[in-house]
């Protein structure tokens, strides 16, 4: 592989390409901007000025839509008894968005359709979205809530999307977000000593 | 097609055959055993003689463990408030056990990865256990306590088993079961008036 070198036009589609190899051989906590920099044969600050962080990176390496990484920020400035809400308020609300709607159901069937895309899709909602929300507003939360959280997600991607599930496929965001808004929130009050010993 | 003939060593098969041809036809609500057995070209008692029910023809034909339409009882029998809990336990007993886990998984990913396979499994799941456990217990919940279970036995079932996500993955299944027992109890619990109209 070349030096480092600076910018073409083909060196945004480099990046990516060494992103998703490097991803494919070491997964999302092994991949690093350093590496994928190294790799593509340009400098660390091109990865950056192209994609800014990680989570951005990965997005585009995983084909994920681009707002799955920014669509956060109500839930993090929501009071925190309207967390559960509003979390499920601003997913659905991003999804159903037609810009996105098609991206996240190709981006749903082939991770789950293939283990190793949907570990690292796993890998990217937990260290990207969902840690973003605990940080702000739980950071004690014990482990299990994390994965609490990634399963209502992914039990509402696919019931709405992939298995349209009605009334729930069709119903309006306002709508599942109060039926589900409370199970959301009851998970985010978990506390460590609620967590099994066995866990 | 041929007319009406007795059971051979091939009858099961080519009922199971039959089955599958009308569900990818007519899908889960359009297949009745009747249709089936016109297919096949046999005797709907002989239907009925092999599968007992439409739930067993349709599990054999879609591949699901048999053991799926059959480890409800202890749901069925178990106190009101404390049915919630029971599910959970039952259903992750159930998947946990080495002679069904492997099915189970590969139902849910080829279910989850393609979409036809998918909408079969699920009007399985709530025409089958989901709807005997409402009948027993809450005859009038909304159509929506439906829509909610079964979101939940997937998310569970894909975040344990598809993207191991841990705690989840590893934790006893009683554990999983005080976390998310709640959550299913409430879901029981919606009344018709809890569903917003625009559902």
Redesign the interface.
């Known amino acids: 592989m070349a030096g480092r070198r600076p910018g073409t036009p083909d060196t945004r589609g480099e990046i990516v390409a060494a992103a998703r190899a490097e991803l494919a051989q070491r997964g999302y906590d092994g991949t690093s901007i350093r590496a994928v920099a190294r790799r593509a044969g340009v400098d660390p600050a091109l990865v950056h000025h192209y994609f800014k962080d990680k989570q951005r990176l990965v997005a585009a390496a995983l084909q994920l839509p681009n707002a799955v990484g920014e669509v956060m920020a109500p839930v993090l400035d929501a009071a925190y008894e309207d967390v559960g809400r509003t979390f499920v308020h601003t997913l659905l609300a991003s999804w159903d968005d037609p810009a996105n709607r098609e991206a996240v159901i190709a981006a ?3 991770g ?4 190793e895309q ?2 690292l899709a ?1 890998d990217f909602v ?1 260290n990207g979205q969902i840690a973003a929300v605990l940080e702000r507003h739980c950071p004690d939360a014990p ?2 809530t994390s ?2 959280l ?3 997600m ?3 991607l ?2 709405r999307y ?7 496929a ?3 965001v ?2 599942v977000a ?3 808004g ?2 959301v929130q ?1 998970y985010l009050a ?1 506390e460590a000593s ?3 010993a ?2």
């Open positions: 749903a069937r082939s789950l359709g293939s283990s949907g570990l796993r937990l482990p299990v994965a609490l990634l399963m209502e992914v039990g509402l696919t019931s992939l298995l349209d599930v009605e009334p729930l069709s119903m309006p306002d709508s109060a039926l589900l409370p199970t009851r978990l609620s967590e099994p066995g866990a």
